[in-house]
């Protein structure tokens, strides 16, 4: 009972944006010739997410470019900055005029190496990092550093108050 309430008054200082100004929105693509698996995987953490924040994420089924959608593929041999492979990544752009941050493309490893989660989890957790590029990681849910093998990961309080720091979170609803 207290986490939820400590995270939640955390939470006052979310990335709320101004009255009256809509939160953004993301539009993500599974281009063809992927597994039926991923899009039906992109498409329930997109409705997940949504759901969480308030923000609208959704999946484009139609031309990318038409939508500026933000593909998610599988790759293999990803690595960290670090040079260790990677269950998956977000590649975001800072245009440094501006300061305004992009996500360009959510990337999966296929077999995951050891120590994933395996790649349905690994996309819940880029999402996060979609939805918020410049947080850290939270210390529970799918959002943490390390997902742990064979736990069921949610978008929990930690997951939330730490994503909703940086985004404009209209909504804070953890899963339960």
């Known amino acids: 009972m207290t986490k939820p309430f400590l995270a939640a008054l955390l939470c006052l200082a979310c990335g709320a944006a101004p009255v009256g100004t809509p939160p953004p929105s993301y539009v993500l693509h599974v281009p063809l010739p992927s597994p039926a698996a991923l899009h039906d995987q992109t498409?329930?953490?997109?409705?997940?997410?949504?759901?969480?924040?308030?923000?609208?994420?959704?999946?484009?089924?139609?031309?990318?470019?038409?939508?500026?959608?933000?593909?998610v593929t599988f790759e293999s041999g990803l690595l960290t900055d670090e040079g260790k492979p990677a269950c998956g990544l977000t590649s975001i752009s800072t245009w440094h005029d501006s300061g305004r941050v992009r996500t360009n493309s959510i990337k999966l490893v296929p077999s995951a190496p050891s120590g994933c989660s395996g790649w349905g989890y690994v996309l819940g957790h880029e999402m996060g990092h979609m939805?918020?590029?410049?947080?850290?990681?939270?210390p529970e849910g799918v959002f943490s550093e390390r997902l742990t093998l064979g736990r069921q990961h949610k978008i929990d309080h930690y997951t939330l108050a730490t994503v909703c720091a940086g985004a404009p979170c209209p909504v804070f609803a953890p899963e339960l």
């Open 43 to 71: 498409v329930e953490w997109a409705a997940r997410w949504s759901a969480a924040t308030g923000i609208d994420v959704s999946v484009h089924d139609g031309d990318p470019l038409d939508a500026g959608a933000i593909p």
């Open 131 to 138: 939805l918020c590029p410049t947080c850290e990681h939270a």
